[in-house]
C-alpha cells in the first residue's frame, strides 16, 4: 500500500537560512506524483512543488526545490534563505499511479511544523 | 490556478442538526474532493468526483454524503452531526489532464 513518512513533528530555521523537510514514500508504482503543500495556521491549503515520477531532473519553484531520489524513495522538500512567512505545516503527499486506476488521490504524511526564527 | 469557494468557514452546530458544507469551483474541473483534518494531522480523503453524477467514497469512512448534479458544485452533506465530526473539511479540484489539487480554505465545524 502506498505510504507517505515524514519523521519530522518540528523543525526550527533562522531567517535567511536554508531548510530541508524531510519526506519518504511507498509505493509499488511505477507511475506517481510527489506534491509539497503548505499550510498556514489559517488552514487552507497551498500548493508548492510537483515532482513526477519520470521527472528526470528536480522540480523547482523559486526559493522551492525538491530533492528527488527515486532509488531511496525520498522526496525532500529544500527550502531556500527561509523568510518569516514561511513559518507553517508543511505536508508531503503522493498521487496514486496508473496501477489503481488513475484516480488521483493524493494521500498525505502527518506533516512537519516549521517555525522561521528571526 | 484555480478559484474554489467554501462556505461556511466556521460552523458551530449542536448535536443532531442537519448540515451542507458548501464547495464551488469556477474553472470547470471534473475532479473534485472532500478532505477531513483534524487537528494538526494529515488530510484523510473523504469523498471524490470524477464528475457530474460520479462520487465515491474514499479512503477514510465517513458518515457525510454528497452529490455532483453541476461540474461547479460538490456539496458536503450531514444528515445528523454528531461531536465525533468535529474537524475541518477541506474542498478540492483538479483539471483535466493535470495532477495538482487546488484546494479552497476549509470549513472548521465545531460539533457541541
Not at chain 2, 474532493?33 to 465515491?56: A, C, F, R
Amino acid at each position: 500500500a502506498q505510504k507517505i513518512t515524514q519523521t519530522q513533528p518540528g523543525m526550527f530555521v533562522q531567517e535567511k537560512e536554508a531548510v530541508t523537510l524531510d519526506c519518504t514514500y511507498d509505493t509499488s508504482d511505477q507511475s506517481y506524483g510527489l506534491f509539497w503543500y503548505k499550510q498556514p495556521s489559517s488552514g487552507e491549503m497551498i500548493f508548492l512543488i510537483y515532482q513526477g515520477s519520470y521527472d528526470e531532473q528536480n522540480a523547482t519553484e523559486g526559493r522551492y526545490s525538491l530533492n528527488f531520489q527515486k532509488a531511496r524513495k525520498s522526496a525532500n522538500l529544500v527550502i531556500s534563505a527561509s523568510q518569516l512567512g514561511d513559518s507553517a505545516m508543511y505536508f508531503c503527499a503522493m498521487r496514486e499511479g496508473r496501477s489503481s486506476g488513475a484516480t488521483n488521490k493524493l494521500i498525505f504524511g502527518t506533516g512537519t511544523l516549521l517555525a522561521v526564527q528571526p | 490556478e484555480a478559484d474554489i469557494y467554501q462556505t461556511p468557514r466556521y460552523l458551530v452546530i449542536g448535536t443532531g442538526k442537519k448540515i451542507t458544507l458548501e464547495c464551488s469551483q469556477t474553472m470547470g474541473h471534473d475532479k473534485m474532493y472532500w478532505y477531513q483534518q483534524d487537528p494538526g494531522m494529515e488530510l484523510h480523503l473523504i469523498h471524490y468526483s470524477y464528475g457530474v453524477n460520479s462520487t465515491e467514497k474514499g479512503d477514510l469512512s465517513s458518515e457525510s454524503t454528497v452529490s455532483r448534479i453541476r461540474t461547479e458544485h460538490f456539496p458536503l452533506t450531514l444528515e445528523s452531526a454528531r461531536p465525533s465530526h468535529t474537524s475541518q473539511y477541506l474542498c478540492a479540484s483538479t483539471p483535466t489532464r493535470s495532477y495538482e489539487q487546488y484546494f479552497g480554505p476549509g470549513t472548521r465545524l465545531t460539533v457541541t
